[in-house]
C-alpha cells in the first residue's frame, strides 16, 4: 500500500490532521509540544482509495537535545518509507526559520511534498497564504485541521500525486501480530530495533519514552510479523499526564489486536505488581503469551539462576502457567532468533483446531482415570465435547449436570488436553454445558 507521511514542527497539528484522516483517535493530540515522538502508522481511505499514513514527531532541525536527534531519525525513516509527504505549517504562527531548514531537508529528500497551512480558519491566516511560497513548493493548501476545512481538497492531492506513482504489487498481508508489552524501560523497543535491524522505536534509558504504540513489520524465512511496541504501563498514582493516560488506554487496545503478547521483564528487578497487571490483561483476554527476560546478559550466574527465576516468575504469575519463558538480551541480540521460533510455534498453537474423535478419546481417557465427582447420590458424567474455535482454543464439554463438574474437575481435563497437545503458549478455554443446551 502507498504511504503518506505528515511532516512539521512541534505543535503545528500534525497529529490533529493525522487523526482527521484515518478517522480515529490514533495519535496522542495534547496542547503540548513534542508529544508525539516516535513514527504512527494507520491506514486511511479517501474516495474508495486506501493508503497508509505516517505520523511523525515535531522536528526543529535547529535542536540538538538527545530526543530531537531521535525524532530527526524517525523523520527520516518516515520520508524513506513515503512516496507523498504533507509538509503541515503553523499559519498563526507564521512561516519560521525551523519551517525554512525542514523545507530544504524535504527538498533534498526528492519526493513529492505538498504544502499545507494549518488554523486557516483563524483570522488573518488566509491573508498570509502568499508567504508561503517562499518554501518553494508551490500553491499551498489552507486547511483548518481541527474543523476539517480544505482537508477535501488537499487529500484530493493526494490521492493525484499517489495515482501518479508506479502501481505496487498487491499481497495478502497475512502477518503474526505480536505485542511487546510490559512496564517502562524494560527493553521493549530495544528488542524490536534489535529484531528487525533498525532503529524503529525511540529507546533512551529515560523510562516512558515509548508514549504511543508503533508497528514494525518484519519478514523472515518463511514468516512475517508484525510487532506492535507498546507505551509501558505505570501504577495509576503515577500517571500525572492526560498523554499518560491516553497511552495506557492505546496498551491495552494493542493487546486487544495482537495475536501473541510478550511480556518482557526486567531480568535485574524481577516480576512486579505492574507486570503481572498488563500479563493478566493479556491472559483475561485470552490471548497467546510468552514471558521474555530482557537484559539476562546483566545478570551474574550460576546454573540454578535460571531456573530460580523461572520459579519465581511461575510464582508471581500463576495464572499463564502455559506461557514459555525464554531469557534474551536485546543489547547483545542473545536468543532472539529462539525468541522469533518460539513466537511461530506459540502463534501456530494459538490456531490449533482438534478433531472431536481424538478429543473425545482424550476426555474418555481421562473420565477413566479420574470420575467427577458425586453429589447426593448424582454421579457427573461426561457425554463428549467438540472444539468450537480457535485463538484461543475453545472447548464445549457436554455433560449431564454442569453442576457437578467442579471447577477443579474442568482445570483436570485441560490438563490432560495438553499433556497430549501442549498448546504451549497460549490459554485453552473449556465451557461446560448441559447436553441438552444447544446454543454454543
Not at 505549517?89 to 511534498?113: C, N, P, Y
Amino acid at each position: 500500500m502507498k504511504t503518506v507521511c505528515i511532516v512539521g514542527r512541534p505543535n503545528v497539528g500534525k497529529s490533529t490532521l493525522f487523526n482527521k484522516i484515518v478517522g480515529a483517535r490514533i495519535a496522542i493530540t495534547e496542547n503540548v509540544p513534542g508529544i508525539t515522538r516516535d513514527r504512527i502508522y494507520s491506514d486511511a481511505n479517501w474516495l474508495g482509495k486506501d493508503f497508509t499514513m505516517i505520523d511523525t514527531g515535531g522536528l526543529d532541525p535547529r535542536d540538538d537535545d538527545e530526543f530531537m536527534e531521535n525524532i530527526k531519525a524517525q523523520v527520516d525513516i518516515a520520508i524513506d518509507n513515503a512516496q507523498v509527504i504533507i509538509f503541515l505549517v503553523d499559519g498563526l504562527v507564521g512561516l519560521t526559520q525551523a519551517d525554512i531548514e525542514i523545507g530544504k531537508m524535504l527538498f533534498r529528500s526528492k519526493k513529492k511534498v505538498i504544502l499545507a497551512v494549518n488554523k486557516a480558519d483563524t483570522k488573518g491566516v488566509l491573508e498570509t497564504e502568499y508567504d508561503y511560497y517562499e518554501l518553494g513548493f508551490g500553491h499551498p493548501f489552507m486547511v483548518s485541521a481541527e474543523n476539517s476545512i480544505g482537508l477535501g481538497d488537499l487529500l484530493d492531492q493526494v490521492i493525484e500525486d499517489l495515482e501518479a506513482l508506479p502501481e505496487e504489487e498487491e499481497y495478502e498481508d497475512d502477518r503474526i501480530k505480536v505485542a511487546f508489552i510490559g512496564r517502562p524501560n524494560v527493553g521493549k523497543s530495544s528488542t524490536i530495533n534489535k529484531l528487525i535491524g533498525e532503529n524503529r522505536s525511540i529507546v533512551t534509558n529515560i523510562p516512558g519514552t515509548t508514549r504511543d504504540s508503533i508497528d514494525s513489520k518484519l519478514d523472515k524465512d518463511d514468516n512475517k510479523f508484525l510487532f506492535i511496541d507498546t507505551a509501558g504501563l505505570r501504577k495509576k498514582n503515577k500517571i500525572y499526564e492526560n498523554v499518560e493516560r491516553y497511552s495506557v488506554v492505546r496498551t491495552l487496545a494493542s493487546i486487544d489486536r495482537a495475536d501473541v503478547c510478550v511480556g518482557v521483564i526486567d531480568a535485574s528487578v524481577g516480576v512486579t505488581e505492574q507486570d503481572s497487571k498488563i500479563i493478566g490483561y493479556a491472559h483475561d483476554q485470552g490471548k497467546s503469551i510468552i514471558i521474555a527476560v530482557n537484559k539476562w546478559d546483566l545478570v551474574e550466574k550460576d546454573n540454578r539462576t535460571a531456573r530460580k527465576f523461572e520459579e519465581e516468575i511461575r510464582a508471581e504469575l500463576p495464572f499463564c502457567l502455559y506461557a514459555p519463558i525464554i531469557f534474551i538480551s536485546a543489547e547483545t541480540g542473545q536468543r532472539l532468533d529462539n525468541l522469533l521460533n518460539l513466537i511461530v510455534g506459540v502463534n501456530e498453537n494459538y490456531n490449533m483446531r482438534i478433531q472431536t474423535g481424538v478429543l473425545n478419546d482424550i476426555i474418555n481417557k481421562a473420565v477413566l482415570m479420574n470420575q467427577p465427582r458425586a453429589d447426593k447420590g448424582r454421579q457427573g458424567k461426561i457425554y463428549y465435547g467438540a472444539q468450537v474455535s480457535v485463538r484461543p482454543p475453545t472447548f464445549v464439554i457436554f455433560v449431564n449436570d454442569k453442576e457437578l463438574i467442579h471447577f477443579s474437575y474442568v482445570r483436570y481435563l485441560e490438563n490432560e488436553i495438553r499433556k497430549n497437545f501442549g498448546f504451549e503458549g497460549t490459554p485453552i478455554h473449556l465451557i461446560v454445558r448441559n447436553r441438552n443446551e444447544k446454543d454454543i
